[in-house]
């Protein structure tokens, strides 16, 4: 199993950007994916959760400026980012499980100028 996180650059304050995250060898419909981050010299944090049953879930300090959705034919799950502040500034990562083990992308960079 492999995830690939992409999308990710540099853009000025109020800008957007949209993260994709696909998979291979393994199925995101029926499985819950998350979109991490972790800025310099903090912890990482969840940021956004949509559930095997579609459910989403936001951190407070995103929530109605970021959207995470799947869809499931091209197996990929997208982070939609918009008025996008510096404290954005992180390397995102998504993250599921299956079938016992714990699944990584690994990272895509997000800059936000101010």
């Known amino acids: 199993v492999q995830l690939q996180a992409s999308g990710g650059g540099l853009v000025q304050a109020g800008g957007s950007l949209r993260l994709s995250c696909a998979a291979s060898?393994?199925?995101?419909?029926?499985?819950?994916v998350d979109w991490y981050r972790q800025a310099p010299g903090k912890q990482r944090e969840l940021v956004a959760t949509i559930t095997s049953g579609g459910s989403l879930g936001y951190v407070d300090s995103v929530k109605g400026r970021f959207t995470i959705s799947r869809d499931n034919a091209k197996n990929t799950v997208y982070l939609a980012m918009n008025s996008l502040k510096p404290e954005d500034t992180a390397v995102y990562y998504c993250?599921?499980?299956?079938?016992?083990?714990?699944?990584w992308g690994k990272g895509t960079l997000v800059t936000v100028s101010s």
């Open positions: 993250r599921t499980t299956y079938a016992g083990g714990d699944y």
């Open positions: 060898r393994m199925l995101f419909s029926g499985r819950t």
